[in-house]
């Protein structure tokens, strides 16, 4: 199993940023991919970001454009970042760090996003 600690969450204006960090237990070497997922009362969790281990990166076409997802290379542990920009109130939900590793899948317990004026 993969521990995963999300961190950076918190309350915005519309148009801001917030960055999200995801600090994984296992070095990026023993993880094929790690991705950030959201989630709103009442609906399922939803995709927005992932990163390969070879450095591909995929977008839901909501997000492309306003968010980044990368990987601090400078880290033995995996860590991932997710830098969101050009905030919206659509944005609002609890953001999961994800990774699919040869343990399986492992979850984060969830980062609250709050866009709001």
């Known amino acids: 199993q993969v521990q995963l600690v999300e961190s950076g969450g918190g309350l915005v204006q519309p148009g801001g940023s917030l960055r999200l960090s995801c600090a994984a237990s296992?070095?990026?070497?023993?993880?094929?991919?790690m991705s950030w997922y959201r989630q709103t009362p009442g609906n399922e969790r939803e995709f927005v970001a992932g990163i390969y281990a070879n450095g591909q990166v995929k977008y839901a076409d909501s997000v492309k454009g306003r968010f980044t997802v990368s990987r601090d290379n400078a880290k033995i542990l995996n860590t991932v970042n997710l830098q969101m920009n050009g905030l919206k109130p659509e944005d609002t939900a609890v953001y999961y760090c994800?990774?699919?590793?040869?343990?399986?899948?492992?979850w984060g317990q969830g980062t609250q996003v709050t866009v709001s004026s």
């Open positions: 296992k070095s990026r070497f023993s993880i094929n991919v």
């Open positions: 994800n990774a699919q590793s040869a343990w399986g899948a492992s």
